[in-house]
């Protein structure tokens, strides 16, 4: 049977999506995907790191603690490098949501495996990631799916309300493999507004390109925290391409040189 998230022609959107979406600068969509789907996902997966990472460039996979592999943390655009992620990310449900909340004609960016291994999963900086985007006009969106279930132990994402009304903060690096830039004066006010974004597996969460969002480190001792991201931006947003070559060659520099790559 053909999995259901690769049929984009059966859905029907709660028309509370979008004004939610425009006010909180997030949406949250719970059981986006189904059980089966969520399993076949997480089985696509395990092949998918077992077969096609040992193919992917050094500088594309993330681990926190370098040379050892049962510390993976992240890979980057996984839909290049394989058929089962490349149609889930551009023909699927997941590509007419985009289209759905941008409100005009999508193009698919980047699809990122998303872990916190137990104990040692560092936390993601407070940013903004159109800050990383060169594109103008700024329009685009992150989507986030938990393959498992995430609670404020194993690093639930973090957003602030509205903070996409109110423009870009100062940024600067913060170290961070895989979230190399973070909001410099982030404080008190901004984390006591932050909604905690728990979910079950199959659960998606959205945000802007000026939602301002962060996430702890996992302080479990057994559980992982896997999630995929889904980033996408309107198919008009021009990007300033050698800006982000020069600024990714540099980073992989600074990682390489730091031993963190
Ligand atoms: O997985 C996380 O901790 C955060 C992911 C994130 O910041 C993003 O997708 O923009």
Redesign the pocket.
């Known amino acids: 049977m053909t999995p259901l998230f690769f049929d984009a022609s059966a859905i029907n959107f709660d028309p509370q999506l979008v004004p939610q979406y425009r006010e909180q600068g997030y949406v949250q969509l719970p059981g986006f995907l189904q059980a089966n789907e969520v399993a076949l996902v997480r089985t696509e997966l395990k092949r998918y790191i077992d077969e096609v990472i040992p193919t992917m460039p050094e500088a594309e996979v993330f681990y926190e603690r370098k040379g050892d592999r049962t510390s993976l943390k992240q890979i980057q655009r996984m839909f290049q490098w394989d058929d089962f992620f490349e149609r889930l990310f551009l023909k699927s449900r997941f590509f007419a949501l985009a289209e759905h909340l941008l409100g005009r004609p999508a193009l698919g960016k980047n699809l990122?495996y998303?872990n916190?291994p137990p104990g040692i999963g560092a936390p993601?900086p407070p940013?903004q990631?159109g800050h990383y985007w060169k594109i103008t006009p700024m329009e685009g969106l992150?989507m986030?799916l938990a393959l498992e279930e995430v609670d404020e132990e194993n690093?639930c994402?973090r957003y602030v309300p509205g903070s996409h009304r109110r423009g870009f903060r100062p940024h600067g690096k913060t170290g961070t493999l895989g979230?190399s830039q973070g909001i410099t004066d982030y404080g008190p006010a901004d984390t006591a507004a932050e909604a905690c974004m728990r979910a079950q597996p199959g659960d998606l969460i959205v945000?802007d390109a000026y939602t301002i969002?962060?996430?702890d480190g996992n302080r479990s001792a057994t559980r992982t925290?896997q999630?995929l991201?889904l980033?996408y931006f309107s198919a008009r947003a021009r990007e300033d391409t050698a800006a982000v070559r020069d600024y990714q060659a540099n980073l992989t520099k600074e990682m390489v040189a730091q031993g963190k790559l």
């Open positions: 990122q998303f916190k993601t940013h990631d992150t986030w690093g994402v979230f945000h969002h962060r996430a925290r999630a991201g980033i």
